[in-house]
């Protein structure tokens, strides 16, 4: 299933219905759906918090590979950001020290199997999969 | 859909999904808090991670004048997202059924 969004957190709505009529067309458990909707949602929101000024939607693609999720979300005309690059992320510092924000990627990559980044022409493709639990 | 407000209990209710478009709304209620609060969290479907920024932000200020918010009735999901983030180090947190 294929479809384009607006570059807004407007759209999130809009998306996390897409999903889920995706899984329920699927017939995909409760267990796999939350990683990849706060996968998707986290990824989403990055791409609308740095690139505010692009026009362009985004492309969302889910498939059932057959024990597993695969979705594939590709950004036009926008500068290169590789989501898989480890970033450093605290999760252990006393309250005082412990930063607001940042631990998106870190969570994605805790949910989801596999996150790939290919860049070219000015597009971000970015493909996460997650095996059904 | 998101939604906050005072229970009869007097804990604070949080219903439906917490996500990137629903944080300004989630901030407003809790910036309004002055004193320790409950967080029920037995409506809640789903946190983001901007949905942990609102948390965070709002234990930092409430610990400067030595209160804390407690967390309630949290679903497995949402318990996994918590302990990826280290917040049950810094959250006093309680599943659903404890």
Known sequence: MQKSFARSYDSLKEIYDFTEDFFQAEDIAEPTRYPVHFALEELFTNMVKYNPGNDHDIQLNVEN??????????????????????????????????????????LIRRMVDTLDYHYADRQSRITFTKRFE | MFEIEFGDDGNIRCMGRLDAAQCEKAQRFMDSLAEAGTLDFAGLE?????????????????????????????????????????????FDIEASGN
């Open chain 2, 46 to 90: 789903y946190i983001s991670s901007a949905g942990l920024g609102v948390l965070l932000k709002t234990q930092k200020r409430l610990a400067e004048t030595g209160a804390a918010l407690k967390i309630i009735n949290v679903n497995n999901h949402i318990k996994d997202v918590f302990r990826y983030s280290g917040f049950n180090a810094i």
């Open chain 1, 65 to 106: 590979g057959g024990d597993h999720v695969t979705v594939t979300m590709t950004d036009y005309d926008v500068d290169a950001f590789d989501v898989t690059v480890p970033r450093k992320v605290d999760t252990k510092s006393p309250l005082a020290d412990r930063p607001v924000g940042g631990l998106g990627l870190h």
